[in-house]
């Protein structure tokens, strides 16, 4: 995955790997019962975003004794970037530090992740804008 293009996540995707990034490694199952309260999803709905999600590139999908386990291939930070970027220019019109400052106070990410989003806004800055 380029990290001077991060991927386009809906909002789907996003709460998809929100439940991922707190556990690495879950079941279809086990992500679907977590987000049953935002989604009124059939668990087949739950099954092929998870699928689309492995071809997208964002999910791995093994197979341990006959059950499908799938886990992040992107970081939280990475997942964020694209979000990020697009509502610091077009949001808020505010340079991409300014807007990493809030996740900070937040303490909605580590340390290493912040560190992690700064670099890859500050790659994603020496690049193309985000449309």
Do not use: C
């Amino acid at each position: 995955m380029n990290l001077n293009n991060p991927p386009d996540l809906t909002k789907a995707e996003y709460d998809i790997l929100r439940v991922l990034w707190k556990s690495e490694q879950l079941t279809v199952r086990e992500v679907h019962e977590q987000l049953q309260e935002a989604y009124s999803w059939a668990y087949s709905t739950t099954k092929t975003m998870m699928d689309r999600m492995v071809k997208k590139g964002l999910l791995n999908r093994e197979t341990f004794h006959g059950i499908f386990l799938y886990r992040p291939l992107i970081s939280r930070p990475f997942g964020l970037a694209r979000l990020v970027a697009f509502f610091a220019d077009r949001v808020l019109e505010m340079d991409y530090g300014s807007v990493v400052s809030l996740f900070g106070r937040s303490n909605a990410l580590t340390q290493d992740e912040m560190n992690e989003l700064k670099a890859l806004l500050k790659q994603k800055k020496k690049g193309a804008r985000p449309k």
